[in-house]
């Protein structure tokens, strides 16, 4: 990789499907509007979003990348009709492009289920149990 | 923030959803979120209660409702995952249980269809609603507004087997007392009763299988019969 990239990059191993990171990112930008964020930009408040707890740094550490990483995912959030900065940001990532959904092939599933401290009755469905402590967080 | 209050989640949902219930707490509208069908309830100001007082009330309603809904899942209850929560309008985006019917209604369509078969039908669903209930209770949660139309039953899933999910826990809270799981069997009691006349046999058998599969029913049940009594001696002085 070179240079920075200004987007939220995401360590695909601890994403179970892509509609887990959307709402994440919705939730940072629904944060942002209202000038409710609990990080100071929105690609860490996507990262921290994805966080079972309200530990910072904690949420980077698990869900953010490092320079041994094999894989990344990258968020970007835009305007619809405005896709110059993903094609800048593809051009700076030396990598194979792969699906987006593709991430549910490489999820690391014991992780996610100690992390988030999913029970038994929850395995038929890990997004749910994931998304719904995402959404529910706040409140915990 | 949008003009009108609401996030502009609630307002891309609104675009095209369907309004499927106006209560007097809530709207429910249906639609899709994030590319999944999805639920929205949104609880609205009540105008004759002070903003603030107000205020207060709705954001303890959001918060009960989805910390229930997720700790009912914890505990393998079938109830709809939660997607977003947005404070600032009480907006709850839901997990859509699509297909499903309320137990509301599938009891009365139950009761229009031929003779022979309604009462099998029947038995099986209080059946189920009493271990719902029972582990429900298990788990300290009182739902605090059990009726027939908080109940969702989805039927033709994966398995040949109905769901029995539960909804609408904004009055609910956290409590081991015999005596909040008493009033909460008797609140289902008596919205049971007066939506389903002539089924007090009926109710007995979702008594009946709560309390074979709850370990401490004794103590709830007879709560159950001391508020039951109350209720009585009330409705005769009234
Ligand atoms: N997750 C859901 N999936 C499908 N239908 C639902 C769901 N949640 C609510 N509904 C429907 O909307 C109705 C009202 O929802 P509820 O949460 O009970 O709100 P209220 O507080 O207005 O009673 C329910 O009786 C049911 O018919
Ligand atoms: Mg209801």
Do not use: W
Not at chain 1, 8 to 25: D, G, K, R, S, T
Not at chain 1, 102 to 131: F, G, H, N, W
Not at chain 2, 66 to 91: E, Q
Not at chain 2, 118 to 133: I, N, P
């Amino acid at each position: 990789m070179e240079g920075k990239i200004d987007g939220a990059l995401i360590n695909p191993f601890m994403i179970v499907h892509p509609f887990e990171v959307l709402v994440a990112a919705n939730k940072a930008v629904h944060l942002h509007r209202i000038g409710k964020m609990k990080t100071r930009r929105m690609y860490s408040e996507i990262i921290y979003n994805l966080s079972p707890t309200n530990n910072i740094s904690d949420a980077f550490k698990r869900f953010g990348t490092s320079d041994s990483d094999t894989a990344v995912l990258i968020v970007l959030v835009h305007p619809t009709d405005e896709t110059r900065h993903m094609t800048e940001v593809m051009a700076k990532v030396d990598g194979q492009q792969i699906p987006v959904e593709d991430v549910s092939k490489m999820v690391d599933t014991a992780q996610i289920k100690k992390l988030y401290r999913t029970t038994p009755q929850e395995d038929s469905c890990l997004l749910d149990a994931v998304v719904c402590r995402m959404a529910v967080k706040d409140v915990i | 923030m949008a003009v009108d209050g609401r996030s502009v989640a609630v307002q891309q949902f609104l675009k095209k959803t369907e309004l499927i219930k106006q209560g007097a707490e809530a709207r429910v509208y249906r639609g899709i979120f994030l590319g999944k069908p999805t639920i929205l309830k949104e609880r609205f100001p009540k105008l004759y209660r002070h903003p603030l007082l107000d205020e207060k009330l709705t954001h303890r309603r959001t918060v009960q409702e989805v910390r229930a809904l997720l700790r009912c899942r914890k505990a393998g209850i079938s109830a709809p995952a939660v997607y977003f929560v947005d404070y600032t309008c009480h907006c709850i985006f839901l997990e859509d249980i699509v297909g499903s019917v309320t137990v509301r209604d599938y009891i009365t369509s139950i009761q229009l269809s031929p003779q022979k078969s309604q009462e099998e039908r029947l038995d099986h669903l209080a059946k189920k609603m009493g271990l719902v209930l029972a582990k429900m209770h298990e788990e300290d949660v009182i739902h605090g507004d059990l009726t027939t139309s908080n109940m969702l039953l989805k039927v033709g899933g994966d398995t040949e087997e109905a769901d029995l999910f539960l909804i609408d826990f904004g009055l609910s809270y956290i409590s081991a007392l015999p005596e909040d799981k008493g009033v909460d069997m008797y609140v289902l009691e008596k919205a049971f009763l007066s939506t389903h006349p002539n089924t007090e046999a009926l109710f007995e058998k979702l008594l009946k299988a709560y309390t074979a599969s709850y370990r401490k029913s004794h103590s709830v049940i007879n709560k159950l019969n001391e508020v039951r009594l109350r209720g009585r001696k009330r409705s005769m002085v009234g």
